[in-house]
């Protein structure tokens, strides 16, 4: 036993050295190794283990999300309080709808502005103008004057609708798009300024097309078959539209736009993906389109999300209005962010329409740009405090 003794010293020895050798990788792989432990990543679990609606707000919560695309026209401090709680920044969007549920645009404007106010930060403006006074003497002059005011109150983005494009007509009868020159100098002087333009041009192409009751928009033509543009052959044709669109991005490379509702090229990533190419000023929202990234092939969404990381902004197209009860506009608002965390987020499995989808499972550096760094790059303002 004795002439064992030393050897036993020796393997005592190596053993205490290996344990400070894997003591000193751990600490190494701690400080230099992946972000697996990085205080981002500690806060998600992995993907699968979420099942339930507050563990996925949580998770939605930890990003600092943005949604760059809400209708809020009622003030609640339960409202104010689930910002709070969700650290959630939202960008109120003014509609000049002269015939359909925000009433005229200065209440509608004034109900913004008080939601804003009393957001305690977590909310801020983008204004409007009333694209119908666009044959009026000074119409411009006198619009960007409006718009430099607005600014100055801290509105940061400015919204133009599918009513131009759709509605508006000249006193001959032609219809007026987007790029007309009438608009041109409001365009340049939201350049100027630096803000951005929230852009809803054209409808997705459902409306030109017959009834399908499988459509995410069947209920809304249904209820707004004003807006049903297979009832109104006459009227413009989509790609007319957009064409009109493309040239507005064009003529003004210093604008950025964002084009609401996947910029009305709803049902083909790749259609998006050519514009990106493209036009350098030009993103887009998810606002009321996460269903038709759904439907489209998963893998070829996924990529078209990872490519074009930095240009598809967030946003929801949720509604909090002077008619509605609050307890039903929260339970929809926390429904959404969950169910498009979980489609963005994780690999889980979602109910769309009797059909089961899988979730993205996007790289978490491309879920953080999703939900809130492309949309302070793009709409800058959206997440510092309203004045
Ligand atoms: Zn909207």
Same mark, same amino acid.
């Given at each position: 036993m004795e002439c064992m003794r030393p050897q036993f010293k020796k393997v005592l020895l190596l053993l205490l050295l290996a344990a400070v050798a894997a003591a000193l990788a751990l600490h190494a792989n701690w400080i230099l190794g992946p972000p697996m432990f990085s205080a981002a990543a500690a806060e998600r $679990?992995? $993907?699968? %283990?979420y099942n339930d609606k507050d563990d996925a707000l949580h998770a939605f919560a930890a990003l600092a999300p943005v949604d760059t695309h809400v209708h809020a026209f009622k003030t609640d401090p339960a409202f104010t309080a689930l910002m709070a709680r969700l650290q959630l920044h939202v960008l109120d969007i003014c509609v000049a709808d002269t015939q359909g549920i925000y009433n005229d645009l200065a209440t509608e404007v004034a109900r913004a502005k008080g939601f804003v106010k009393s957001s305690s930060g977590h909310a801020r403006l983008c204004v409007t103008f009333n694209p119908f006074a666009f044959q009026q003497k000074d119409f411009a002059q006198n619009t960007v004057r409006q718009l430099h005011q607005e600014f100055a109150d801290g509105a940061i983005a400015v919204k133009i609708w599918k %009513? &131009? *494009?759709m509605e508006l007509k000249t006193a001959d009868g032609n219809y007026v798009m987007p #790029? #007309? @020159? $009438?608009f041109a100098p409001i365009y340049r002087a939201i350049a100027a300024e630096n803000k951005t333009l929230v852009a809803h041009v054209a409808e997705p192409s459902s409306c030109w097309q017959p009834p399908n009751p499988d459509s995410p928009d069947y209920d809304y033509y249904k209820e707004n078959p004003e807006w049903y543009m297979y009832l109104h052959p006459d009227h413009p044709r989509k790609e007319v539209i957009l064409a009109a669109r493309d040239h507005l991005l064009e003529e003004n490379p210093k604008l950025r736009v964002v084009g609401a509702h996947l910029g009305s090229m709803e049902t083909d990533v790749d259609e998006i993906a050519r514009h990106f190419d493209r036009y350098p000023n030009f993103a887009v929202d998810t606002a009321a389109r996460m269903e038709y990234l759904m439907m489209q092939p998963r893998e070829k969404v996924r990529n078209f999300l990872i490519k074009y990381q930095d240009r598809v902004v967030y946003g929801t197209d949720l509604e909090f209005l002077a008619n509605e009860t609050t307890p039903e506009a929260l339970k929809d608002w926390q429904d959404t962010y969950a169910r498009d965390w979980k489609f963005l987020a994780t690999d889980q499995m979602l109910q769309l329409r009797g059909r089961e989808i899988e979730g993205l499972n996007l790289p978490e550096p491309v879920v953080r740009r999703l939900f809130h760094d492309n949309a302070v790059r793009w &709409? @800058? *303002? &959206?997440a510092d405090s309203a004045k």
């Open positions: $679990a992995p $993907a699968s %283990n %009513n &131009i *494009g #790029d #007309d @020159p $009438a &709409i @800058p *303002g &959206i």
